[in-house]
């Protein structure tokens, strides 16, 4: 049975990686506890794939520290073993069948649970005789996470991987990677540049825009440390002297501000309202782009 | 078996949505003493919801008295939540949608009908209160 654990599966530093000019991730510190479902969500090009790479020890950091079972990722067999990675195109061979697939799993790592893959195979209506070629997208993104979670990793990459699925699709996918999380042992973290899909799936979150981390942490915790508050055109610098805003809208008439409280809001001008997750996360994408202060990074997490 | 239906769009948070859907089947009756809740695995199989929300919403249920886990057996009803006996919620929920179908015949839409119900809750606590 999984449980919450205060044991981090992913702990990086300062991670920085450029490619040639291009500063693909700048000052990256992020914490993943064990056992939970990180969704990792920002636009396109914001350095997703990038942090997932340096996770999975297919690209090495610039600067910075990066920490991953307890270990540093490298493309050794032993730490292979423990990570699962699914990248954007899904490594299937077209022409091969499913059962071949299945083989070749078995054979190329060393920790290889048979029974699970077929078994779920099974269950999804995966004939092991098909040719890859002849599946749906959708059977296609459910085999490549048979194979992986058969290799029994510890953590597990993956890369927009319902982006291309439809939406009947995508909650099967989803349900499979939570059904696998419900058996314990398992930490994932998934990207997408669309939150929506992911939200009741996922317990943590990872915000990147322009190559830095916006946010990171519990999810409840996040949403219960910010507060919207809705009020009269006013001068608010008390409010943020006391907060830190995070975004604010002004109309002539009316003020709305997305603060990270610092204890509890008193000014009775100002209407209080929780904050949803979609909100959350449009505020701090509107924000003008670069690092947020360093205790933002990390909230709601052990330093 | 209870068939928990989330709506990840509602303000209300999912794990929530669990326990308020196990209270409410208690108080139906479509629930009652002894009877097994699904499983953590079998509700994130059917929803695609984080497992552990599925606990945190089994560990509250369990505070307030209501559920209590059987290791390796799962998790099952205990106790009743506190009011009126099973039943009485379903009879209500009778008369309250004969009501109802009264006022949209009466050409009150959904908006109007909930404004009046929130006014005469409100009027109600207040003559309590008098």
């Known amino acids: ?303 | 078996m209870i068939n928990f239906r989330l709506d990840g769009r509602s303000v209300v948070p999912t794990y929530l949505q669990i326990v308020q859907q196990v209270r409410q089947a208690l108080r139906m009756g479509v629930l009652d003493v002894g009877d097994k809740l699904p499983t953590v695995r079998e509700v994130v199989a059917a929803t695609a919801v984080n497992p552990n929300t599925v606990l945190k919403a089994y560990r509250d249920l369990e505070r307030e008295g209501l559920v209590e886990p059987r290791a390796g057996h799962g998790t099952f009803v205990v106790g009743r939540p506190s009011g009126p006996p099973p039943g009485t919620h379903a009879r209500l929920a009778r008369s309250l949608a004969q009501w109802v179908h009264g006022a949209r015949e009466a050409g009150l839409d959904d908006e109007s009908i909930e404004s009046l119900l929130r006014i005469t809750l409100r009027a109600a606590a207040e003559e309590e209160t008098a």
């Open chain 1, 1 to 303: 049975m999984m449980a919450s654990s205060d044991v981090l599966a992913v702990q990086t530093r300062g991670l920085t990686k450029r490619y040639r000019r291009v500063t693909a991730l700048r000052g990256a510190s992020i914490t993943v506890p064990e056992g939970r479902i990180s969704a990792l969500i920002g636009p396109n090009g914001a350095g997703k794939t990038t942090l997932l790479r340096l996770l999975a020890g297919l690209a090495r950091p610039g600067s910075g520290d990066v920490e991953v079972l307890g270990g540093r990722p490298a493309q050794h067999p032993s730490f292979l073993a423990n990570v699962g990675f699914l990248a954007q195109e899904i490594p299937l061979y077209r022409r091969f069948t499913v059962g071949e697939h299945v083989a070749a799993g078995a054979h190329l790592n060393s920790r290889w649970d048979g029974a699970y893959v077929r078994q779920r195979l099974a269950s999804l209506d995966i004939p092991l005789g098909q040719r890859v070629g002849a599946l749906s997208g959708g059977q296609r993104a459910q085999l490549a996470l048979s194979l992986t979670l058969a290799k029994r990793p510890r953590l597990l990459l993956l890369d927009e991987p319902v982006a291309a699925l439809d939406p009947l699709a995508r909650r099967h996918f989803l349900a499979q990677l939570a059904e696998a999380v419900a058996d314990g042992g398992l930490t994932v973290v998934l990207s997408s540049h669309l939150l929506a899909d992911l939200e009741q799936t996922c317990d943590h979150l990872i915000l990147l825009a322009a190559a830095s981390v916006q946010l990171c942490g519990d999810i409840d915790t996040l949403l219960a440390e910010h507060q919207v508050l809705i009020g009269p055109r006013k001068d608010t610098t008390a409010i943020e002297r006391d907060h830190t805003l995070v975004h604010a809208v002004r109309t002539a008439r009316q003020t709305t501000l997305l603060i990270r409280r610092s204890g509890p809001v008193i000014d009775p001008a100002f209407e209080a309202a929780d904050v949803g997750l979609e909100e959350l996360v449009l505020g701090y994408m509107s924000q003008p782009a670069g690092p947020r202060p360093g205790r933002l990074t990390t909230i709601g997490e052990q330093q």
